[in-house]
């Protein structure tokens, strides 16, 4: 649908405020048989509504080949560094064209800075001198912010082992993926809407960044895996596939919570959530509001909680 999207939320948002189409890889390698390359990508089209937006942003660590250039250690620190040239091309007239220290620019280079400021770098330590009397400027690992994040993602896929805690949503988000997303875009207090919420991962994460969100879902199974999710956190991946295993033919689009509830299967009591979500509404189309009610009288949340409201 990527295609098609885009063409929608250009009408919508305005091509202009197109931002990116991020790839994410969402699921390890699969051997296909059929004739085609394994569909291993995810997209996200980034938009925003105007020019002016929020934009926190994201960075990784530095890759081993980058780390690789910082490959001095400061004696008296133990810091890691690297030597940079203190000059740029071109000619000046002015004090940075001048002999610093007894030392002129390279021919057709200037110095990078005035030479008070290159006296009070060197005062601080920030200027390696060399045996034959170089000045270079010292880059400080510790002082490097990371590498800004690029358009291809490889480090969020969706429940792909065992050792990760999930919901059992059959399309749940990974975590890390919607962290980034939320923190990059928000800010604390701000307010983030998932009209598709399904498994809530949107939601639980908007909570724990203190953001104010809005979730929407028109199914029964995402809404008690939500509600239970608030109550009581995820559960191991491996609990999961193995009922899916056993109760495949049942319960082939039920959640991992949903199991739980009716079927009282293996629930860790010593399991404590995550983060727990309490202070929140629903709100609920007055027709659905006997399906809704049933929901919740069967998730473990405490009689009368969450308020339920069906104003518009
Ligand atoms: C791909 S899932 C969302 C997954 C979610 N991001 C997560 O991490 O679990 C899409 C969700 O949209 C919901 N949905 C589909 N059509 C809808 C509609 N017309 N109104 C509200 N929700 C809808 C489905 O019930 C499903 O939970």
Request: with cysteine; aromatic share 10%.
């Amino acid at each position: 649908m990527i295609f098609a999207a885009k063409i929608i939320l250009d009408e919508i948002f305005g091509a202009p405020n197109y931002r990116n189409l991020i790839i994410r890889q969402k699921c390890n390698p699969k051997n296909y048989t059929r004739k085609a390359y394994g569909k291993t990508a995810d997209f996200i089209l980034f938009y925003t509504k105007t020019a002016q937006y929020i934009w926190n942003p994201p960075v990784e660590k530095l890759s081993e080949k980058s780390l690789k250039e910082y490959q001095y250690i400061e004696p008296e620190t133990g810091r890691r560094f690297m030597k940079v040239p203190l000059h740029a091309p071109g000619t000046r007239n002015g004090e940075t064209g001048k002999p610093w220290r007894g030392i002129l620019p390279p021919p057709g280079k200037h110095w990078q800075y005035p030479p008070a400021k290159l006296d009070e770098m060197d005062a601080r330590g920030d200027i390696f001198w060399s045996k034959n009397g170089n000045p270079r400027r010292k880059v400080y690992l510790d002082q490097h912010p990371g590498m800004g994040v690029q358009d291809i993602w490889l480090d969020f896929r969706d429940a792909h082992n065992q050792n990760i805690k999930i919901t059992g949503y059959p399309t749940e988000k990974n975590s890390d993926l919607l962290r980034r997303i939320v923190a990059a875009s928000s800010n604390p207090g701000d307010l983030v809407l998932d009209c598709f919420a399904g498994s809530g991962t949107t939601l639980a994460v908007a909570d724990e960044l203190q953001r104010n969100w809005i979730g929407v879902d028109n199914s029964p199974e995402a809404f008690a895996t939500i509600l239970e999710r608030f109550h009581r956190g995820l559960k191991p991946m491996g609990d999961y596939s193995e009922h899916r295993r056993q109760w495949e033919d049942r319960y082939i689009q039920r959640s991992l919570f949903e199991l739980m509830i009716n079927e009282g299967l293996n629930e860790d009591e010593t399991n404590i959530p995550e983060s727990i979500v309490t202070d929140f509404s629903v709100y609920i189309d007055r027709d659905r509001i006997a399906e809704v009610r049933h929901i919740i009288d069967r998730t473990s949340f405490p009689q009368g909680f969450p308020p339920i409201s069906t104003d518009p």
